[in-house]
């Protein structure tokens, strides 16, 4: 799976620095599939899967090189663990750069169906016990 550096630079289009993987326009439903209404409906319980549409259903939300589902959809495991100032601080002006030193909680990203437009931010992220320990459904970018 990519690292957190790795997946922040596809979803902010590199040097572009996009606020949102589609650029700089506000969240909406024509861009990820969030806020529950992925099916159209306001609401959902977290075991209805009825939100979740195909890859690629909100093409006016690919990023910059095509990558869809960036924000919204499924949130994406990172390689790295979770540590609160990691990203801000530690791994400033490194290469290369991942948490590898294990805690108890891993790194997500991209927002998933069932949260809020600001979720949908290149630069959100969040955090979660390990993959057994958590009810967020993820996918993987690559393989370890």
């Known amino acids: 799976m ?5 997946w922040e630079y596809a979803a902010a289009g590199g040097g572009e620095n996009r606020l949102y993987p589609w650029g700089s326009e ?5 861009h990820a599939v969030m806020d529950c209404l992925g099916d159209g409906m306001p609401g959902c319980a977290m075991d209805d899967r009825s939100d979740i549409l195909p890859v690629g259903s909100k093409p006016l939300g690919n990023g910059r090189w095509g990558h869809s589902d960036l924000g919204g959809l499924m949130l ?4 790295d663990w979770y540590a609160e100032d990691w990203y801000t601080t530690t791994s400033l002006g490194c ?15 991209g ?3 069932g949260n809020p437009a600001s ?3 290149a630069a959100d992220r ?3 016990s390990a993959p057994a320990g958590t009810n967020n459904t993820a996918r993987c970018v690559r393989t370890p």
């Open 2 to 6: 990519a690292t957190e550096a790795e």
């Open 26 to 30: 506000p969240a909406t439903v024509d």
């Open 76 to 79: 994406e495991w990172t390689r």
């Open 95 to 109: 290469s290369d750069c991942a948490n590898l030193t294990p805690s108890s909680h891993f790194t997500e990203r």
């Open 111 to 113: 927002g998933m169906w």
């Open 119 to 121: 979720s949908m931010r």
């Open 126 to 128: 969040r955090y979660a």
